[in-house]
């Protein structure tokens, strides 16, 4: 609830007990405890300490391999997190690897248009902006948008995606507006308003 709320001062400690319990009851290798240490993570990265997130990303990487295997979506989830903190701690290289390692696994076990792969095309659209690839950042962000349209018909939780899908088209705008695009950021963000404005 205080997650949801972005009150992740209030999350934190409630996130750290979680953890602290499951190593108690099961073992600092366990699959519930790579799940904890992420939420952790989560926190830690929505709270800017992002040199604490990478070591709690890190370690969750390790456990969730080692207890799920590679090719599972845990991993994928807890590479892509490491990846974004990484970009953020300017670490472009680990960040790349990781997110693409994140990609693999996704599209391999979910296909190419899943809203789970959009996510991660959004990260490493923000890599691609980071390290100055407006272009390489554009096309992928229009990659993410194009399946946010795909599949948020079919979603249950159409708000949530279509929030995603608005959060992607600012993300066009911005760079549109950039590159002195002033007529097609006006489009972009034109329609991220009226569909928040839905929401």
């Known amino acids: 609830m205080y997650f949801n709320q972005n009150e992740y001062k209030k999350a934190l400690p409630l ?55 590679m090719q599972h979506l845990e991993v994928a989830a807890s590479l892509s997190k490491l990846g974004s903190t990484r970009v953020a701690l300017r670490k472009f290289d680990a ?9 693999r696994v996704a599209k391999s076990l979910l296909g190419e248009e899943h809203k789970t792969v959009a996510q991660i095309l959004g990260h490493l659209g923000c890599f691609y902006f980071e390290v100055g690839e407006i272009y390489a950042s554009l096309a992928t962000f229009e990659d993410a948008l194009a399946i ?11 708000d949530a995606c279509m929030a995603q899908l608005t959060d992607t088209l600012c993300n066009i705008g911005s760079i549109q507006n950039r ?21």
């Open 15 to 69: 996130f750290e007990a979680i953890l602290s319990a499951q190593v108690r009851r099961f073992s600092p290798m366990h699959a519930s405890v790579g799940a904890a240490m992420h939420n952790v993570g989560v926190c830690r990265l929505r709270l800017g300490q992002h040199a604490l997130a990478e070591n709690l990303f890190t370690e969750a990487v390790q456990i969730r391999k080692q207890t799920l295997g």
């Open 148 to 158: 946010y349209r795909v599949v948020w018909s079919s979603q249950t939780d159409r």
């Open 95 to 103: 960040a790349f690897d990781d997110i693409q390692k994140a990609l």
């Open 179 to 199: 590159q002195k695009w002033y007529g097609k950021a006006v489009e972009t963000f034109s329609e991220a308003l009226d569909l928040h404005r839905g929401i």
